[in-house]
């Protein structure tokens, strides 16, 4: 494994893979959330950490337990448990150190348990066979691609919801939906210098 491989595998995962507008995968918190900059930011860290820690304790769970016990087909459910134990820790240490930030975020950081990205991510490196270096990149690029895409849709979403001039028809999700596909297809164009 070279840095350079490590590198692609980083610049996919951002840019080119993003999981929300390539894959169009954790839909909810990036409509439901995205309304401001700092409830994005709280939700992008709350899912980078999220999805790095589920993803490295599924891999070493798998290949350190499932596969020598021959139960991988338990991996789903066993992610999930993982994964809903990671969110309920995050949960409790928002609630502690941030209570505005845990009142922001509101009913999307319990969704986050059943966000399909978090089980997504697991599951996609167990899938493609990645070592525990390239399972630990992935799973910092995939959510930091997700916070990107987050914090920028939110920043537009605010400077949409100052201007006045926006017909009714298009004020709220229409125009975020619009907003969305735009993006989709900006972002299509790093898919197509891979």
Known sequence: MTLGSIFSLFIAGVLINNIILARFI?????LGVSTKLSSAIGMGIAVIFVIFGASVVC???????LVPLGIPYMRLITFILLI????????????????SLYKALG?????????????????????????????????IAVPAG??????????????????EDM????????????IAAIMAIAFGAFAGMA
Not at 167 to 176: D, L, T, V, Y
């Open 84 to 99: 809903a134990s990671f969110v309920q820790f995050v949960e409790m240490f928002i609630k502690k150190k941030s209570p």
């Open 146 to 163: 997700f916070m990107m895409v987050l914090c920028l849709f939110a920043t537009i979403r605010e400077r949409l919801s100052a201007n």
């Open 59 to 65: 891999w070493l769970v798998y290949y350190y337990v």
């Open 107 to 139: 009913i999307y950081l319990p969704l986050i348990t059943t966000n399909c990205a978090v089980l997504y991510v697991a599951i996609d490196n167990i899938t493609q066979e990645y070592n525990m270096v390239e399972t630990m990149v992935n799973s």
């Open 26 to 30: 954790g839909m909810c918190p990036f």
């Open 167 to 178: 017909p009714r028809a298009f004020q709220g999700n229409p125009i975020a939906l619009v």
